[in-house]
């Protein structure tokens, strides 16, 4: 098991809104964890993440996930899901920054990604049978 603490302060602007949470060498073989964040009144653009199928967790504040199927709200308790190659669009319209966690498959698109330093259990860069 590899446990976490999610940072919820805004990354800086030079990282842009996306920091990848599980560490080099972690336990991950086939997903990348990813804090996502939108403040009060912003937008993260229409984008695809290339062969990433994605999972998108609301943490904190709401957002609505769209792409050319509709759009999903997402605030704390939901989750959207989004099939890789399609293009998605995030808005936050709301008065208070807004967090997300996504679980993406590992792609290209996932290693370019910035890494944040993650607090865990020690199991990092150890491989598990249970």
């Known amino acids: 098991m590899f446990g976490m603490a999610i940072d919820t302060a805004l990354a800086p602007e030079s990282q842009g809104p996306a920091l990848r949470l599980d560490p080099e060498g972690g336990p991950f073989r086939s997903l990348a964890a990813v804090r996502i964040q939108v403040p009060a009144h912003g937008t993260v653009p229409a984008h695809a993440h290339g062969e990433s199928e994605l999972l998108l967790t609301g943490v904190t504040g709401v957002v609505e996930a769209s792409c050319k199927c509709?759009?999903?709200?997402?605030?704390?308790?939901?989750?959207?899901?989004?099939?890789?190659?399609?293009?998605?669009?995030?808005?936050?319209r709301g008065d208070e920054d807004a967090t997300l966690l996504a679980v993406f498959s590992q792609s290209a698109f996932t290693e370019r990604?910035?890494?944040?330093?993650?607090?865990?259990?020690?199991?990092?860069?150890h491989h598990h049978d249970s």
Not at 79 to 92: Q, S
Not at 115 to 124: D, E, I, L, P
């Open 70 to 92: 509709g759009t999903k709200v997402v605030e704390p308790g939901t989750f959207a899901m989004l099939p890789a190659g399609k293009e998605i669009t995030l808005v936050n």
């Open 113 to 125: 990604l910035p890494r944040g330093t993650a607090r865990g259990c020690g199991c990092q860069g």
